[in-house]
């Protein structure tokens, strides 16, 4: 089993910057894909960042391309989700998962842990 913990949400302007964390305990993310989710009210859950750890490749939605930044710290077993020139439409709880495969899936279907998320609220 895998527990996973975000934090580092908040409130932001339009334009500003925030990080996320993603701790995970239970066993280390050694052979796991860790992706970073959202979802704003009346809105489907959507992919927003994924990161293969044993080999640290990402991958990102197209509309955080060059905003976000998915990174990892092995010996903090933790994942990060640097967001910068935000938007108001960034605004949601956003979601750290874990998938025991060697694929970046985008569907939140095919990820088997899940944090309790975390509130982004992006003011205009």
């Known amino acids: 089993q895998v527990q996973l913990v975000e934090s580092g949400g908040g409130l932001v302007q339009a334009g500003g910057s925030l990080g996320l964390s993603c701790a995970a305990s239970?066993?280390?993310?050694?052979?796991?894909?860790v992706g970073w989710f959202r979802q704003a009210p009346g809105k489907e859950r959507e992919f927003v960042a994924g990161?293969?750890?044993?080999?640290?490749?990402?991958s990102y939605r197209d509309t955080v391309k060059g905003r976000f930044t998915i990174s990892r710290d092995n010996a903090k077993n933790t994942v990060y989700l640097q967001m910068n020139s935000l938007k108001p439409e960034d605004t949601a709880v956003y979601y750290c998962?874990?998938?025991?495969?060697?694929?970046?899936?985008?569907?939140?279907?095919?990820?088997?842990?899940w944090g309790q998320g975390t509130q982004v609220t992006v003011s205009s």
């Open positions: 998962a874990a998938r025991a495969r060697y694929i970046i899936s985008h569907d939140s279907h095919e990820y088997d842990y």
């Open positions: 239970g066993r280390t993310f050694g052979s796991y894909v």
């Open positions: 990161i293969r750890w044993s080999a640290s490749i990402t």
